[in-house]
Nanobody, 126 residues
Framework: HVQLVESGGGSVQPGGSLRLSCTASGYTYSKNCMGWFRQAPGQEREAVAAIWTGLSSTYYADSVKGRFTVSEGNSKNTIVLEMNSLKPEDSAMYYC????????????????????WGQGTQVTVS
């Protein structure tokens, strides 16, 4: 049973920082594409960043390049999203997702690529 658990959301003022974590458990491969997505009320889910674990190749949406950093955590099957210079438009529910045993590639931003999703953690910038 694969499970993803996000943590670290909260409220912050514009220009502030937050750190989100996602830990996966269950059937695991050593190399997976793990992504962060976000969804604001009334809007479609959009890709934020992804990382091909094991190789640490990273991918970012243009809207967050230079402000957000995705990395592998210290614990196995954990990824971290460091968010700096936060803007009100970054406010959304943030979701972690994984495509088990598959690399990230040109389709990293497609929600349909991912097999499993977490429940989300709320980020509010105001």
């Amino acid at each position: 049973h694969v499970q993803l658990v996000e943590s670290g959301g909260g409220s912050v003022q514009p220009g502030g920082s937050l750190r989100l974590s996602c830990t996966a458990s269950g059937y695991t491969y050593s190399k997976n594409c793990m992504g962060w997505f976000r969804q604001a009320p009334g809007q479609e889910r959009e890709a934020v960043a992804a990382i091909w674990t094991g190789l640490s190749s990273t991918y970012y949406a243009d809207s967050v390049k230079g402000r957000f950093t995705v990395s592998e955590g210290n614990s196995k099957n954990t990824i971290v999203l460091e968010m700096n210079s936060l803007k009100p438009e970054d406010s959304a529910m943030y979701y972690c997702a994984v495509d088990w045993g598959s690399p990230c590639g040109g389709d990293w931003y497609r929600p349909s690529k991912y097999n499993y999703w977490g429940q989300g953690t709320q980020v509010t910038v105001s």
